[in-house]
């Protein structure tokens, strides 16, 4: 039976290269480094001194870990410099493993890595983004201790943003039979059946289950193989079964299908899930069992009704986002990654793109649970055998993701789209992207002068499947328009849209900012300040975007159209890299809604209020400030009809609220409050205001979205922290030093407090606040019990914290996992250096 191994605990971390890796081999000769034998790596066998090297758990991003900030360094990679790293860990095999199919998965490393098992090479793997396994049957040792090492070279980029370096994804070994399932080696078609037409009344279904088997064994005969449904609900509701002739070392695929009665839909607001068993039989002994997730829904792309959801019109309100986040970097957690979800759905996104790689498993994971629909994305457009099969390994791994709507085969590739070449390529990538899946569409990221591109591509062949536009060309917004009365029955979407910058609470210019001497001076060229006030200044008014771009209510006046299905606006979160237009000490870009640590900038509140369905409104600046400040814009975002603005108990006046837009006011600042009300049919609907806070007195520490947390080692918590005045009034401006302690069963891991100039290191257990807020991350142990944060300051009250971690490792992991394969187990702490033994 297979058995999974949670591999992300310690290893140790060597930075940089070691030059001679051949020794303790057979003879001293091949101690010489131009001398290279099997198995004589000697950084990967059992025994080898690492008294220097760190010790560290995975994920782990060694430039976020070093955080060697440095001018040296490219800004599109946060001046932070790449380099090369040995990662070695050492495990125990249990003897009645002997004779079994023993593999390691790596979701993800990056960049160029070399892995070697108790000496011997098991291959080697150039792309930092996709997924990959390596059967190390014939170099472990049962009953013994073994030892993996991996050599990871991030000298190389592969974007233009912060792609963070080293094993920043997880791993685990997996132990099975000689005859399984082959590594994402099932592919679940499901089809939706209205029993009246309708998709609002009962539904049917089927399923079309293929299943890859491998035997590395003697084995030949008969085999029965077995696919259990189970229900949302996790009630076995249909069982399929075949029986087959396996050969000897030999592969074979089988089909299995069959009807589905009263299905339930996976969909945005309902993300129902069903999920296969898969089991092989040989002589009546079960030998392999393979979990798989799926969901049935509908997806249509039509001019009249744009993009439809289980038959339902659904504007795409997306993001694209990059890897990263405060305190951690590029190596997110599942647990960072599912908050991250979270922060979206909350505000009201529907749609990510992910922007421009193969993401971690697990956000597909929680996409799929949250209900966010997903454009996944290879890397680079090329029909190379290396990016042919990087295209493979993704659509393979993700194509029974429910949350998974359509593949982009490629990005913004100028040297290649409009051009014969990029024709010849993309046909390619088509062709393979529909053989491997036949149930989703395709679509391609398409920039610059699209609109002659696409027109260009459509007369040599190349068509396809969904149109994708990034931007407008000089912010012309007819453009949809115009290429609608060119080709009236294509649907588009706006696969890449805004690209407008902001910081968060800096509504006031920023010294070490206001002088043009902050910027890249070829940056000028690409950049919009449209209120010349705050020339040279990113505020928080979100007024500075690129010659191509837009601010999100631009975008969404634009897309207001029904061959328009949505779009995905750039970014969800700031990021580390691309820091244009500012130049040093600058590490992380302004293009975010939500800053590095999770925090909404008023532009998300934009979003957040133009796309919720019940009344909303959103009012900024704050109300602290200096008294002398003078003139002050106020900004009402709202979804109502009328909006009124009230200072100090003197209305300005109700006043109609435009669909797409803002209500401005020029208000002379005075302390007190500042209130904004929404209306409907003359009535009062909603209402927000900020009162002017005095002198902080307390730290506050609030746990964003608390849930029950787990014991095992992986889990996180999320923590804001802000100050507060004598009443209890948030304290918008305080940049106060912050210092951190964390006792009980959990740890420090980092923080954050998404000021893109701060150059502090994130593992410090200490942060000042950046306009009034911090953010705290802390991992839980594998015990369960309390975790307590004490937060502590010069001249304030301090503040305790303490959080339950109640779920032990094999609950949460049965539960809600994922992984291809049976729900991992997590193994015993361990007693001596031969640790997670099974």
């Not at 996709?130 to 070279?153: H, K, P």
């Not at 299943?211 to 003697?218: K, V």
């Not at 969901?295 to 795409?316: A, M, Q």
């Not at 409009?418 to 149930?439: C, E, F, N, S, Y």
Request: charged content about 25%; aromatic content about 12%.
């Amino acid at each position: 039976m297979r058995k999974i191994l949670n591999m992300d605990f310690n290893w140790k971390f060597h930075d940089g290269d070691i030059e001679v890796t051949n020794f303790n081999s057979v003879h001293e000769v091949f101690d010489n480094p131009s001398f290279m034998k099997s198995a004589n790596c000697g950084i990967a066998k059992v025994g080898y001194d690492k008294h220097e090297w760190d010790e560290v758990s995975l994920p782990h991003d060694f430039k976020h870990y070093k955080s060697e900030f440095t001018k040296e360094a490219i800004a599109t990679q946060g001046y932070l410099l790449g380099g090369i790293a040995w990662y070695r860990k050492e495990f125990f095999i249990p003897a009645e493993c002997e004779g079994k199919s023993i593999s390691i998965e790596f979701d993800g490393i990056f960049r160029d890595s070399e892995v070697y098992v108790n000496g011997s090479y098991a291959g080697n793997h150039l792309s930092g983004y996709t997924s990959f396994s390596y059967d190390i049957s014939d170099f472990v040792l049962c009953g013994e201790n073994n030892a993996i090492a991996v050599r990871v070279d991030a000298t190389k980029y592969e974007g233009w943003w912060y792609e963070g370096a080293g094993i920043y994804r997880n791993v685990r070994l997996v132990i099975a039979d000689r005859l399984k399932v082959k590594y994402n080696g099932v592919f679940v078609k499901p089809t939706v059946k209205p029993l009246n037409g309708s998709l609002d009344g009962p539904l049917d279904g089927s399923l079309e289950i293929e299943i890859e088997l491998e035997n590395e064994s003697t084995i030949s005969g008969p085999a029965k193989v077995v696919a259990e449904i189970f229900d949302p609900n996790g009630l076995k509701v249909n069982e399929y079964t075949t029986i087959i002739n396996v050969d000897e070392y030999e592969e074979t695929t089988v089909c299995l299908s069959g009807d589905m009665r009263n299905i339930e839909l996976w969909d945005i607001d309902s993300p129902k899930q069903y999920h296969t068993i898969i089991s092989l039989f040989v002589n009546n002994n079960k030998v392999d069992e393979y979990l798989e997730k799926f969901g049935f829904r509908t997806v249509e792309y039509t001019v009249e009704k744009g993009f439809l959801l289980n038959g339902k019109p659904r504007k795409l309100q997306g993001v694209c986002v990059h890897d990263d986040f405060a305190g951690v970097g590029t190596a997110m957690t599942r647990a960072v990654i599912r908050h991250k979800i979270f922060l979206l759905k909350q505000w009201g996104a529907n749609a990510y793109r992910t922007s421009h790689n193969p993401p971690s498993p697990h956000l597909l994971e929680a996409c799929d649970d949250f209900g966010i629909l997903v454009m996944d994305e290879v890397r680079l457009m090329n029909s190379s055998e290396e990016y042919l099969g990087q295209m493979t390994d993704l659509i393979k791994r993700d194509r029974n993701h429910p949350s998974v709507f359509i593949w982009s085969i490629g990005n913004e590739e100028m040297a290649i789209h409009g051009r014969k070449i990029g024709v010849q390529i993309g046909k390619h990538m088509l062709r393979v992207a529909h053989k491997l899946d036949p149930t989703r569409a395709c679509t391609y990221a398409n920039n610059g002068n699209w609109y002659d591109i696409t027109i260009f591509h459509e007369n040599n062949g190349l068509h396809m499947d969904v149109l994708g536009f990034n931007y407008y060309v000089l912010r012309s917004f007819d453009m949809y328009e115009k290429f609608h009365e060119k080709y009236p029955d294509k649907m588009l979407i706006g696969t890449e849209n805004g690209s407008a910058q902001s910081t968060r609470g800096q509504y006031l210019p920023r010294e070490c900012e206001n002088h043009k001497d902050a910027y890249v001076d070829s940056s000028m060229r690409i950049m919009i300040w449209s209120n010349p006030k705050r020339l040279y200044n990113i505020s928080a008014y979100g007024e500075t975007y690129t010659t191509w771009g837009a601010t999100p209510l631009e975008t969404f006046r634009t897309a207001d159209k029904d061959y328009v299905g949505g779009y995905f606006l750039w970014t969800g979160f700031d990021y580390r890299g691309e820091v244009v237009p500012v130049n040093w000490p600058s590490t992380i870009t302004r293009f975010g809604l939500i800053d590095l640590c999770g925090f909404m900038k008023d532009t998300a509140h934009h979003c957040r209020v133009k796309w919720s369905k019940e009344p909303a409104i959103h009012l900024y600046p704050h109300w602290t400030f200096d008294e002398n400040v003078g003139e002050l814009e106020v900004d009402i975002v709202a979804n109502t009809e009328e909006v009124e603005l009230i200072v100090n108990g003197e209305s300005y006046g109700r006043v109609e609220n435009p669909k797409w837009d803002i209500v401005q006011n020029f208000v002379k600042y005075e302390p007190g409050e500042i209130i904004a009300v929404g209306y409907n049919n003359g009535q009062e609907v909603v209402r927000t205001s900020y009162k002017t806070a005095g002198k902080p007195v307390k730290i506050n520490l609030e746990v964003i979205n608390l849930r029950e947390y787990t014991a095992d080692g992986e889990d996180n918590v999320f923590v804001k922290v802000d100050l507060l005045d004598e009443n209890g009034i948030h304290c918008p401006n305080a940049d106060n030093l912050i210092s951190f302690d964390v006792s009980g069963e959990g740890e420090f891991l980092g923080c954050g407090n998404g000021d893109p100039m701060d150059l502090d290191h994130e593992m410090n257990p200490n942060r000042k606040l950046f306009n009034g807020l911090a953010l705290v991350i802390l991992k839980t142990k594998r015990q369960t019990g309390k975790i307590k944060l004490v937060a502590k300051s010069f001249g304030l009250e301090p503040a305790e914290l303490e959080v339950n971690v109640t779920l032990k490792a094999t609950d949460i992991l049965v539960e809600e996992s994922r992984m291809k394969g049976v729900a991992p187990k997590v193994a015993e702490p361990e007693k001596d250096a031969a640790d997670n033994a099974l």
